[in-house]
DNA sequence: GTCTATATCCAGATAGAC
DNA sequence: GTCTATCTGGATATAGAC
């Protein structure tokens, strides 16, 4: 008989999970629906027909739910990078990444604003969190110094870049891809300027040979 | 004594417009202080001494203070383009537009935040105020076809670079001048793009003396 | 034009019974 | 683990006396 009560617990335990895990979905869902600062502990827990009081055994605050949205945004981009196909082409390499920052973005506005944006007042990442976000960062910024781009005012300025277009996606054309489309030339933009353009290159090669 | 009358009604109308301006300085200076969504009607009567209910005689509703705030910014702008220097140099006039939208970012973030992005919940700007973002944004358009920039792709391109150095400053250095002391770089890359590259006129120079 | 009083609604969070 | 009951505080807005 004293073999069955670890069993017990971890039931209870996995349950317990599970019901972190749809107060979670319900989360998305109601920050999609309604943005970012639509999340209410009263109206998730109406949706999962509880008591608001009774989220308190899951998360001990609002902020500790944002947190968790954070972590899990952070974890899928971590995702989106490790499916990023492997290459040496520089500009290759820096549209996969565009496109994978961009889409982001687009696929759920309100995950982008809760990672890169300052938009919910007095939310901080926990420790653990924030390490995701860090990792992120790095493996960004490394996969970029793989194919030569190690300046800090290029990675700052390809990071503006970036989220200008991400930025501007959301806010003027939410539903099209006015700005989606311009990432082939962004590429090409950015990467004459710190590679050298094509041309330049071409009239190099022709010195070389003259 | 009849011609008394309007007299007074004019210095009571300048009152009213007197108290109103109050109003609106005090709410500058409570999103200055704690940015876009921190304005409140009980803090804002508290801090002019009356009470929240008292606001309504000026302003029928909380987006109604808005919305002026909104109107203020977007005749800022305008009076900034009007000091631009004039100059038939593209890359003067592309340098005068970025750091004129990247500083009137940074002087006032709550300000950029509420012309620019769409972070107050509920809020639509009134046809009189929209008409003046209207014109802030022709005026940019009209800017940059004077100095031969008229392709609408390239226009976005330009206000996602620009917005992207913008954000970027605000937040991740909101004190600094990191994203700041990017903007020749970032004018350099676009123009390069758009116009060519000074290396490619001075080719084509070669090519015409040969 | 400003006040008191009030309506209505929302929020996050805690204590303690069961 | 979930509930009832409650605390504390916030919000925008309206009615009507003065």
Redo the contacts with the bound molecule.
């Keep these: 008989m004293h073999s069955a009560e670890p069993r017990r617990r971890d039931r ?2 996995a ?2 999970e599970a ?1 972190k895990q749809e107060i979670l979905d319900a989360a998305w869902a109601m920050v999609r629906a309604g943005g970012l600062n639509a ?7 109406h949706d999962l ?6 989220l ?3 998360f ?5 739910v944002y947190d968790h949205l954070f972590a899990a945004g952070n974890r899928e981009l971590l995702d989106r990078f490790a499916r990023l196909e492997q290459t040496d082409d520089p500009r290759q390499v820096l549209g996969e990444i565009a496109r994978l920052f961009v889409s982001f973005a687009t696929d759920e506005p309100a995950r982008y604003e809760l990672l890169f944006m300052r938009t919910v007042p007095d939310f901080e990442p926990s420790p653990g969190s924030y390490a995701l976000a860090v990792e992120v960062f790095s493996r960004a910024r490394s996969a970029l110094a793989a194919v030569g781009l190690d300046d800090d005012a290029d990675f700052d300025m390809w990071t503006a870049l970036v989220a200008g277009l991400a930025s501007q996606q959301l806010a003027n054309d939410p539903d099209g891809d006015r700005y989606l489309r311009l990432i082939d030339d962004a590429v090409a933009m950015f990467a004459d300027h710190v590679f050298g353009t094509q041309a330049a290159v071409n009239v190099n090669r022709s010195l070389i040979r003259a």
Tied chains: 1, 2.
Excluded at 39 to 45: D, G, I, M, N, T
């Design positions: 209870r335990r349950r317990h019901t999340l209410s502990l009263r109206a998730l827990a027909d509880m008591e608001p009081q009774s308190y055994t899951y001990a605050s609002k902020n500790a």
